[in-house]
């Protein structure tokens, strides 16, 4: 009796695709997504790069040489100039600091005035190099500022050495003709590379966090909100949330057909487009509501600023209600039964929302999983509510993102119409 009971289950899972599906594929999806964010960055081709805008205010040997060490690490992509009027043009303090704020850079190094005179800066009061950064990526700041320390080693050692005989001199006697001698031919072996410095992974050993005096601006919470951050997470799982809830709602139109009601409002005058139109309506006026329930709670529990970024939010929330309303007719149309939907749903929404960003910020994954992410709903959606609460850009800079979901939503309506005539055919 047991083995006939586990041979009819077996035959039930073979003929369930969805339960397969969730058994099998969903945790394996899961497990390689996670590898690719976590797993992979040291592998070739998958670390996390960081871009770098650079700025040299000093113009001394030490800093040009320091900053074009910089700029051959390969975890940085490091640039120089801005496209301005259609024209490259230099990048000064401003531009930078601009260029972060807009997000078209994770961070800009900048090297002041007699940073080259002072250095190393193992004294007070010695120059900062400037790194001005996002917030929103703490990562990209922990990692500049360890590389600056490495290239200081491993670029200027001769300069080092110099200056150590220098202070030597000063504080513990002249060396002797012969001894300066020795020095000066040890000194331009080093210059020439004689000496070997550490190349590609290799760490140097640690010389102390005043090598190249550094200083950490942030550049966003100089003029955003501290609770933009609140304003990111509310975001992320309100649009993933709110992909369940328009697939789930969607499903209304399955339990239609098996009711018999689907086929008695299609021989009315109704017809399959405006039904589908007027649920995608209800859906997109119902997401719209969800949406704005989360960021009012979160305004009022955790001071999250919604109404002085409420034409952004009224822009982003419209138009990623729309698609994802679409999106949840679609699966509704391409299932034959509620249970299948679910199945589906569950597995689609959770690898878009891990993929997209929901789950985790999509600049701690490596910039293949970053332009893979744009391929999602989430990712688009994201984008737009992280410039209009994290950046506070205006809202005509929103157009990329309402482009795409409009055209999204536009597409996924497309899709549904055409589902749907199995239903109209029957």
């Not at 390689?32 to 790069?49: D, M, N, W, Y």
């Not at 205006?394 to 055209?407: E, F, G, K, R």
Request: aromatic share 8%; net charge positive.
């Amino acid at each position: 009796m047991i083995g006939t009971i586990m041979k009819t289950s077996l035959l039930h899972l073979r003929r369930d695709r969805v339960v397969q599906a969730l058994t099998f594929l969903l945790p394996i999806a899961f497990f390689s997504i996670f590898a690719l964010v976590f797993g992979g960055r040291g592998t070739s081709g998958s670390e996390v790069r960081v871009d770098v805008g650079v700025v040299d205010e000093d113009g001394s040997a030490v800093s040009t040489r320091l900053l074009a060490a910089l700029e051959k690490e390969k975890g940085l992509e490091v640039s120089r100039t801005v496209k301005v009027r259609e024209a490259q043009e230099p990048l000064d303090r401003e531009r930078a600091r601009a260029l972060v704020q807009a997000g078209r850079l994770d961070i800009a190094v900048v090297a002041p005035k007699g940073f080259g005179a002072a250095f190393p800066g193992f004294f007070p009061g010695a120059p900062e190099v400037e790194i001005l950064a996002d917030p929103s990526n703490p990562i990209a700041a922990q990692m500049v500022v360890g590389l600056l320390q490495k290239v200081g080693m491993t670029a200027l050692p001769d300069l080092l050495a110099r200056r150590g005989m220098e202070a030597f001199e000063r504080y513990a006697g002249v060396l002797t003709p012969g001894q300066r001698a020795a020095v000066d031919q040890w000194l331009q072996h080093l210059q020439a590379g004689a000496v070997a410095a550490p190349r590609g992974d290799a760490q140097p050993e640690p010389m102390g966090s005043g090598l190249v005096r550094t200083k950490v601006v942030d550049v966003i919470r100089e003029r955003a909100p501290r609770t933009g951050i609140i304003a990111f997470y509310a975001a992320g799982v309100g649009v993933m949330f709110l992909l369940f809830m328009a697939s789930g709602a969607g499903g209304a139109l399955l339990e239609e057909a098996e009711a018999g009601t689907l086929e008695r409002l299609l021989t009315s005058r109704l017809g399959m487009g405006r039904l589908l139109l007027a649920k995608w309506v209800f859906l997109t006026l119902l997401g719209f509501a969800q949406v704005t329930v989360m960021f009012v709670w979160g305004a009022l529990v955790f001071g999250l600023d919604l109404w002085g970024h409420l034409g952004g939010f009224v822009v982003m929330t419209a138009v990623t209600a729309a698609a994802a309303s679409g999106f949840g007719l679609v699966l509704a149309t391409l299932c034959r039964s509620r249970q299948q939907l679910g199945g589906l749903s569950t597995i689609v929404i959770l690898i878009m929302s891990a993929v997209g960003g929901s789950m985790f910020p999509r600049f701690l994954m490596s910039e293949t999983m970053q332009k893979a992410g744009l391929l999602t709903f989430n990712g688009w959606a994201l984008d737009g509510y992280l410039k209009v609460f994290w950046r506070n850009a205006p809202t005509l800079d929103l157009w990329p993102q309402v482009l795409v979901l409009s055209a999204l939503a536009a597409g996924f309506m497309l899709a549904a119409r055409l589902l749907a005539r199995r239903w109209e055919a029957a």
